[in-house]
């Protein structure tokens, strides 16, 4: 299985701050890189997918990069409602794997 | 639009087997264009494809746990189902029914409400 490794697990921010998550494959899944954003006592919802394609609806201040092993998302200027956990998932290999997740909480 | 509901047995104990059913709606298991998918959710482990099946009835099971699992595709009843045999208290988890477009990006774009199970000993 392709091992996703997600850092940091958690991080504290401020209304306004620009956060970055960052996600690590243990092989390559090309660009083949979904992240998702889950809110308590909700299912996750996609945000991005194939690395850098912003799902329909999705506010133009989450963004996402990388190839390879190694991504990235990126939220500039956080809002109230994007405090909540954050997966990233790779559909190159099977099976697709999820990463543990980054939970963004209020500093 | 599409809606998965998952139905089933909230509690099942140590050794015996975990069922559930995904009943669709808003849309035809027939389709070409979606896999079907179980995935589940634990606090320790995180996200977990189970496996997924698609409308012909072929099937893709996580290694991990394919020695353990069926899913099946009931077209007539518009639902899929998850059996799950042997199950320890690590199985305890939310149980999602879910979506995948057939695409050259796949994504998890529908997702049931989730399925609570506990597994007692």
């Known amino acids: 299985d392709i091992q996703m490794t997600q850092s940091p697990s958690s991080l504290s921010a401020s209304v306004g701050d620009t956060v970055t998550i960052t996600c690590r494959a243990s092989?390559?899944?090309?660009?083949?890189l979904n992240w998702y954003q889950q809110k308590p006592g909700t299912t996750p919802t996609v945000l991005i997918y194939?690395?850098?394609i912003l799902q329909s609806g999705v506010p133009s201040r989450f963004s996402g990069s990388g190839i390879g092993t190694d991504f990235s998302l990126t939220i500039s200027g956080l809002q109230p409602e994007d405090f909540a956990t954050y997966y990233c998932?790779?559909?190159?290999?099977?099976?697709?794997?999820f990463g543990r997740g980054t939970r963004v909480e209020i500093e | 639009h599409l809606q998965l509901q998952e139905s089933g047995p909230g509690l099942v104990k140590s050794s015996e087997t975990l069922s559930l059913t995904c009943a669709v709606s808003?849309?035809?298991?027939?389709?070409?264009?979606?896999?079907w998918a179980w995935i589940r959710q634990t606090p320790g482990e995180g996200l977990e494809l189970i496996g997924n099946?698609?409308?012909?009835?072929?099937?893709y099971y996580n290694p991990s746990l394919a020695s353990r699992v069926t899913i099946s595709i009931d077209t007539s009843k518009n639902h899929f189902s998850l059996k799950l045999t042997s199950v320890t208290a690590a199985d305890t988890a939310v149980y999602y029914c879910?979506?995948?477009?057939?695409?050259?990006?796949?994504?998890?774009?529908?997702w049931g409400k989730g399925a609570t199970v506990t597994v007692s000993s």
């Open positions: 879910a979506t995948a477009a057939v695409d050259l990006y796949s994504y998890i774009d529908v």
């Open positions: 808003g849309g035809s298991l027939v389709t070409s264009s979606y896999y």
């Open positions: 099946i698609y409308h012909t009835g072929s099937t």
């Open positions: 092989h390559t899944v090309t660009n083949y």
């Open positions: 194939g690395t850098s």
């Open positions: 998932q790779q559909t190159y290999g099977s099976p697709w794997t």
